[in-house]
């Protein structure tokens, strides 16, 4: 996919040595990666922050002990809106509907920070989780269609260490929750502005090559760009059986996790006692060990295999978080955490990046999409199911818990699909069969 004006290598110096790409890559996928990169470590921020200052938020609107889990949840039916506004950027183009998706989230983060009363937080960040969705599911198909085979694995992997990052970020703002102006209201003013400077370099980002093709082809043929549900329609006509055990295979692996994720920082604080600022020490610290790690993962599935790699970073997680959310105390919490993040962020990018990797450039925004609202509708039951499940025990750790027994579930779908390391993404879409 290159032109004459790509032979100037890229160099990344933004990036540690050790951390840059595996190949030579040419300047325009430099510039693409950075931009890309840059919006989802920025929606990490944003999209964190809820997490992190969940007892300062629920101090201030008043929110039932029994009732956080659940909230969580009504955050994650914005991915029904996603459903239909995420597909169009295979009618109109990736570019484009990033561009609308980053000035949305700016606009609804900002406002935030002014929600008087519960309902109003909550529809706001619907809103604000809408837009955030979108951006996450196409940065991970920008990059799936822009970087080469040899690299893919490592850009996927990166792009995860961003997201990464940008949980970091708000975990260092987070530091100050108590000493900012307005408190936890401050983070959302903070992450707002940040978008804001963002949707104005956007303007610089590229259309992706293989859509371009796609839209050229389409012209060609005299032929439409199909609807959004048509899209749909084709694509489970064409591939029924990956698309079904791909929603299964996410659906089970946010279901398995996705309490331990949102309610981690809620566990540190009112369970183990950790004061804002030891969170940020542990989120930052250990953070950075775990984001370095996820970049080591994405370039060894360039050579191990995508699928073997993610099933090993599933049981990691698990694993992790079992151990975290058992009651121990003293520094086995502090590497258990750190072994459990690792896991997950590098499951969950590459798991993005795999989706976006086994389905055609005409289909790959809407299956990417499929993949985000299955899989946080996944997760959203269970952090709904967290709220019955503390009742019962008295403790959110044994309630987290429970629902790590999901994972081998995730991971079995996982090795029933095609793998994708070192081959080109029209030779992945054309796998006659299932990879057993």
Known sequence: MSTPGDEHPARFLWLLPGMRPPVVLPRRQEMVFLLVGLTI???????????????QIQ????????QAGLTATYFRLATLAALIIAPLADIFGRRRLLLFTVIGEAVFTFATAFAQTYPQFVW??????????????????VIAEEIGE????WSIGTLGAMNGTGAGLSALVFALVNVLPFGWRALYVVGASALFV?????RWLPETRRFELHRAEMARLGTKTHAMWETLAQLGRRFPVRLAIMLAGVA???????PSVILMAKYLQQDLHYAP????????????LSVAGNIMAGRISDRAGRKRVIVVCGMICAAGFAVFFSGVGGGVVAVAWIVAIFGYLSCQALVAGFVAEIFPTAYRATASTLRYVVATLGGACALALEGVFYNLFGAHGPAISIFLAAMPIALIAILLLPETAGRTLEEIAEAPRLAL
């Open 252 to 258: 089970a692996l946010d279901f398995s996790v996705a």
């Open 150 to 153: 040899k690299a893919r694995g």
């Open 59 to 66: 101090k201030a609107l008043h929110i039932p002990e029994d």
């Open 198 to 202: 963002l949707a104005w370099f956007r």
């Open 124 to 141: 706001l960040q619907i809103a604000v989780r809408v837009c955030g969705y979108c951006e996450e599911l196409l940065c991970f198909v």
């Open 41 to 55: 470590l920025f929606s990490g921020y944003d999209l964190n922050i809820f997490g992190l200052a969940l007892p």
């Open 277 to 288: 600022a030891q969170v940020t020490l542990l989120y930052v610290f250990g953070g950075f």
